[in-house]
């Protein structure tokens, strides 16, 4: 099991940026694919990005791309995502999580969560 924790949430404005991080624990994190979800009030769980365990290949759900940008430094067991060009619709708690399976590029499953942290835009 991996533990995460997430961090750099908090209230921007329409059109500003925010980094969130993950800080992970493990001595395999360089082998897992990491990713991103959110969730805003009263919609289901969103796939927001991943990475590979490399680095070299991320993915992207529709509503971020060209706006979001995921990274990770597996020496520092971090996987980062930033966040530009927001919009009030970007508001939601922002989901580290860990051991992704993917498939064409969309999430099959997930083995570890974070706890959340919350994502507030203003317009």
């Known amino acids: 099991q991996v533990q995460l924790v997430e961090s750099g949430g908090g209230l921007v404005q329409s059109g500003g940026s925010l980094r969130l991080s993950c800080a992970a624990s493990?001595?395999?994190?360089?082998?897992?694919?990491m990713g991103w979800f959110r969730q805003a009030p009263g919609k289901e769980r969103e796939f927001v990005a991943a990475?590979?365990?490399?680095?070299?290949?991320?993915y992207y759900g529709d509503s971020v791309k060209g706006r979001f940008t995921i990274s990770r430094e597996n020496a520092k067991n971090t996987v980062s995502l930033q966040m530009n060009s927001l919009k009030p619709e970007d508001t939601a708690v922002y989901y580290c999580a860990a051991r992704l399976t993917l498939l064409g590029g969309r999430p099959l499953n997930t083995g570890d969560w974070g706890q959340g942290t919350q994502v507030t835009v203003s317009s």
């Open positions: 990475i590979s365990w490399s680095g070299d290949t991320t």
């Open positions: 493990g001595r395999t994190f360089s082998s897992y694919t």
